[in-house]
């Protein structure tokens, strides 16, 4: 291993670049992971929130296109569509934009 | 599930942070920049499937986002990824400052070259993960890499001779 020079001349300039190497601080960069995967997670939920909006929100028309004397059955859907919105999905909910600064 | 997350994350870190910041520094980042993309390496590395994957695995993955954020970084900078064009910038001088830079034999390589040879030699990934590291095929890294060697220990000899002459 030793005899060979290409080798021996990388390794010790590897060791004196590792001697130079900046302090490491795991605990620091874990923060910022926390953070991505928290970002992450509210980006997933806001995605969920707006499919079933727009999922009920397109059940509501078909009904009332395809059954305009029934617009009472649209009472329930529109409800629903009120309770998501200050749901755990919404994207303006309370503080959101406090957690993300 | 934190604790253990961050215990696995921590280990990982403190094992290869070292590691990637000398190969990016070696294949023509400076200093700081490497600091900053090999951070960005180690979280995007944390942000996807490779944390579960074994620890080789992991490693050779996470040379392969610090190569291409350096490589992005370039392009950025207008710069096209120079892997074919030798070293022209003026590292720091404490970065210069060894025996294999004052050689110039390094500088007379290519970037791809000093890739090659260091992944090989310092880091000891197989072929197959030099390839999937540098993006090119598993076949040309034999050939590539025993190119480089021969350039680089026919300058380390000629250097040699000139130190004695001297």
């Known amino acids: ?101 | 599930m934190n604790g253990s997350g961050f215990g696995r994350f921590s280990d990982f870190y403190s094992r290869h942070s070292r590691n990637l910041w000398r190969y990016l520094v070696r294949i023509g980042a400076d200093p700081t920049l490497a600091e900053d993309l090999g951070q960005e390496a180690f979280l995007r590395w944390s942000l996807s499937q490779a944390v579960s994957w074994d620890d080789e695995r992991s490693r050779a993955y996470l040379f392969t986002i610090g190569t291409r954020l350096l490589t992005d970084w370039w392009r950025r900078q207008s710069r096209h990824s120079a892997w074919e064009a030798t070293y022209e910038a003026d590292p720091a001088a404490e970065i210069a400052d060894s025996p294999l830079f004052r050689s110039r034999a390094w500088a007379a390589l290519t970037r791809r070259q000093q890739q090659l040879l260091w992944l090989a030699y310092v880091e000891e990934f197989s072929h197959a993960e030099i390839a999937g590291i540098c993006g090119i095929a598993p076949a040309s890294v034999r050939v590539l890499l025993s190119r480089s060697r021969a350039l680089i220990a026919g300058k380390l000899t000629e250097d040699n001779k000139d130190e004695v002459h001297e």
């Open chain 1, 1 to 101: 291993m030793n005899d060979d020079p290409v080798r021996a001349a990388l390794r010790r300039d590897a060791e004196m670049l590792s001697a130079l190497s900046p302090p490491t601080d795991a605990a620091a960069l874990w923060h910022r992971v926390q953070r991505e995967r928290a970002r992450r997670l509210e980006r997933i939920m806001d995605l969920c929130g707006w499919s079933v909006r727009a999922g009920v929100a397109a059940a509501a028309l078909g009904v009332a296109y395809w059954a305009p004397d029934a617009l009472a059955v649209l009472v329930g859907p529109l409800a629903l569509i009120g309770w998501l919105s200050t749901g755990i999905c919404t994207p303006i909910a309370a503080g959101r934009s406090s957690s993300r600064t």
